[in-house]
Structure formats: structure tokens, C-alpha cells
């Protein structure tokens, strides 16, 4: 078979494997496809289907296939990331900033401590720590990795809760968006290249000087061309991201924050966000599965994974009850809060990919994670369902102030 032939056999196991479970067990309750696309691109890497059909596994993911998903895969998401960075609101986040900034806080720190207080001990035995990275490194790359909150896999669970446009559903969108924020400024000093330094501060002050013609260009544009500028421009910050050290995803994050959702139209970046779900993420999801192995024996895997879990899930929900103190939240308030905003998912993967691209965690590390982040993204539905069907009841879904 030619490499076209092959590299179209996988994209069909791609696209039907997942889709195929998702529908036959109707799996949307606690796993909506997304999820499911992230668990089978799992079971079609070398840890699973690898195992057990070591020849066709190499034979349809072979280097050159490989390569070709790889390719599509970084261009997903990088689209996907640049969206998650305009979905920032931050006109809203000043309005209700004492709110938001004691709530985004203490649902990052708290969950971030639990998380480096786990990797401290993941990184007393061998195996976890990766070969570049320094014990500082590791262990605040692991512990924001239990701090990350997925806000665009937010956005879809809420809509399917249908509480994403009431007052409660707004708040927490502004608490995930500045968690978002200060993720990824934690991603950039844990990746800081101290011998390449001189790109880096390059780098900030050109993409500082060019957002500033970049925004005043936009609204001078006519409709039909402000995507195929802001394509260029996420190019063009990916590109110089990478160049100066840190990792093409900064620097795509860094170019839809400074995008404003009024140039394009929301039933136009809604569009386009579903469609790079549809079209283009499964395929990160596979290349995201194709990375797991299972070296050091699925005990010590799950052991972790576990450890990191409880992490990540007490420390959203420690977080959310001391905001929900502070700010005097109704009864059921915070749990309600907590378990929205430890959803994982996607960005987390993509974050532990970039740990992983940088040697900072292992490839063990990186499974460990990647199974907290679905664990971590099941959990949300069918332990919120009930608590906002108890909510709404009480009237605090209806009535929460913003």
C-alpha cells in the first residue's frame, strides 16, 4: 500500500473507532465524544493496540504516516488554543475583579500546591522526572498541570448542563479565563531558556509593540479579511514564540488574547470552534495517544494518576469552598463551582505535551497525566447534574448574582 493509502486507513480508525463507541454505548452522560476521542487515541497507541498487534500497529503508524498526523495535529491545535484565548473576556474580569481574582486565586494556588506536594514525591523515586528538566521544574510543571482548568471543554459541559449563559455559568467562565491567563505565564517561566534569554525578551517586547498596530489594524479591516490576517498573526506568534525558546502554544495563546470576539462575529468563532472539533482535534487527540507507553507497568501508572487525580479534584474543591467563604457563596455554591472548574481535558493534555516536548516529564509522567485528565473530565457531569438539579430547585441557579 502507498503512503497516502495508509495514512488514510488511520484517519479512518480515527474518525470511526471513537465515534463508534461514543454512539453504540451512548457514552455522552459521563463521557461526551470528545473524552472518548482522548481514551481511544489511548487505546490506538502503542500502549494497548501497540501491545497487542505490535505489526499493524507499525505498519499503519509508520514514521512517515506518523509525521503527516503530527503535522495536523500542531495546526489544531494551535487554531484551538488561539480560540480558547479570544473566549477571554477581560472587560468582564475587571468589572467583578474582587470576585474574580479571589476566586480564579484560590482555585489555581490551592490545587497547585496539592499538585507540587504530589510531584515532590513522584520525583523521589526514578522514572518521572524528565531528562532536562530541574527538580523546581518538574515539580511546578507537574503541579500546574493538577491546577489547569480546560475552558473551552468548560464551555461545551456547561452548554450541556444549559447553565453556560446564566449568571452562574459567567462567573465561572471569568474564573477559568484568568486561570487560563496565569497558566500559561506559568508555562513560560517553568520553559524560561536562560541561554536564550535574549530571544525571549526580544520576542515579549516585538509581540508587545506589534499588538498594539496588530489591534488597530483589525477593526480597519473589512469582515472578509480579519481570519485571514488573525490566521497570519497566530502564525507569526507561533512561529516567534518557538524561535525565542518557548513552545509555539504560548505564543498561539498569546495571539487570540489580544483578539477581540466582536471582529469576527460569535456564531462565527462558535462555528469554527466546532468545526476544529470535528475535523482537526481527533487527530490531536490520536498523536496525543500514540505518546503513552506503559514502561514502568500499568500499578505504578495508575498509582500516579491516582495520586495526581486527588491532587488535582481536592485542590479545585479546597479551593472553591475557601472562595465560597470569603465571598459568602450560597449553600452548594462552591461544590457546584469546584467540580466545573477541575474539568481537564484538552488543556491539560496539551500542557503536558509541551512538558513532555521539553523533556521536563517523561513519557510515564505524561500517561499519568493524560489519564488524570480524563478521569478528571468524567467525574464533571455526572457529579454536577445533580447537584444544579438540587440548585435549581433552591433557586440559586437562577438567582446567582454575577
Avoid at 509525521?67 to 495536523?72: A, E, H, M, V
Wanted: aromatic share 12%; with cysteine.
Amino acid at each position: 500500500m502507498s503512503t497516502t493509502e495508509i495514512f488514510l486507513l488511520a484517519m479512518l480508525l480515527i474518525f470511526v473507532a471513537p465515534y463508534l463507541v461514543w454512539r453504540l454505548f451512548r457514552t455522552d452522560y459521563f463521557a461526551p465524544l470528545a473524552i472518548v476521542q482522548i481514551i481511544m487515541g489511548i487505546v490506538l497507541g502503542p500502549g494497548v493496540m501497540g501491545a497487542a498487534f505490535p505489526e499493524y500497529h507499525k505498519f499503519v503508524f509508520n514514521p512517515d504516516v506518523v509525521k503527516t498526523l503530527n503535522g495536523i495535529a500542531q495546526w489544531g491545535v494551535m487554531l484551538f488554543v488561539m480560540l480558547a484565548g479570544i473566549e477571554l473576556d477581560l472587560k468582564k474580569v475587571w468589572e467583578f475583579r474582587r470576585e474574580s481574582v479571589t476566586t480564579a486565586g484560590l482555585s489555581l494556588l490551592t490545587p497547585l500546591l496539592f499538585g507540587c506536594a504530589a510531584a515532590l514525591v513522584i520525583a523521589s523515586y526514578p522514572g518521572w522526572m524528565g531528562p532536562k528538566a530541574a527538580t523546581w521544574q518538574f515539580t511546578l510543571g507537574t503541579g500546574m498541570a493538577c491546577a489547569v482548568t480546560a475552558l473551552p471543554v468548560l464551555v461545551l459541559l456547561m452548554e450541556k448542563l444549559d447553565i453556560l449563559r446564566q449568571p452562574l455559568g459567567q462567573r465561572i467562565l471569568r474564573y477559568a479565563s484568568l486561570d487560563d491567563v496565569a497558566i500559561w505565564g506559568v508555562l513560560a517561566l517553568i520553559l524560561l531558556d536562560w541561554d536564550r534569554v535574549g530571544r525571549q525578551l526580544g520576542f515579549l517586547l516585538a509581540f508587545a509593540a506589534l499588538t498594539f498596530v496588530f489591534r488597530r489594524l483589525m477593526p480597519r479591516l473589512p469582515a472578509g479579511d480579519r481570519w485571514f490576517v488573525a490566521i497570519i498573526w497566530l502564525i507569526a506568534c507561533a512561529f516567534g514564540a518557538d524561535w525565542a525558546g518557548l513552545h509555539f502554544m504560548v505564543g498561539a495563546f498569546l495571539a487570540g488574547v489580544v483578539m477581540d470576539a466582536g471582529w469576527f462575529g460569535q456564531e462565527q468563532l462558535e462555528a469554527l470552534f466546532k468545526n476544529v472539533l470535528l475535523v482537526l482535534m481527533p487527530v490531536f487527540f490520536l498523536s496525543t495517544g500514540l505518546r503513552t507507553k506503559w514502561d514502568m507497568g500499568g500499578t505504578s501508572v495508575f498509582f500516579v494518576a491516582g495520586l495526581l487525580l486527588f491532587a488535582s479534584v481536592g485542590g479545585k474543591l479546597a479551593g472553591a469552598h475557601l472562595a465560597g467563604r470569603l465571598l459568602k457563596w450560597r449553600r452548594g455554591e462552591a461544590s457546584i463551582i469546584g467540580w466545573l472548574l477541575q474539568t481537564k481535558a484538552l488543556i491539560e493534555i496539551i500542557f503536558a505535551n509541551i512538558l513532555l516536548d521539553k523533556g521536563i516529564i517523561t513519557s510515564e509522567t505524561f500517561t499519568a497525566l493524560l489519564l488524570m485528565a480524563v478521569g478528571s473530565t468524567m467525574l464533571t457531569i455526572p457529579l454536577v447534574h445533580p447537584k444544579l438539579n438540587r440548585a435549581q430547585h433552591s433557586g440559586l441557579v437562577e438567582q446567582a448574582s454575577s
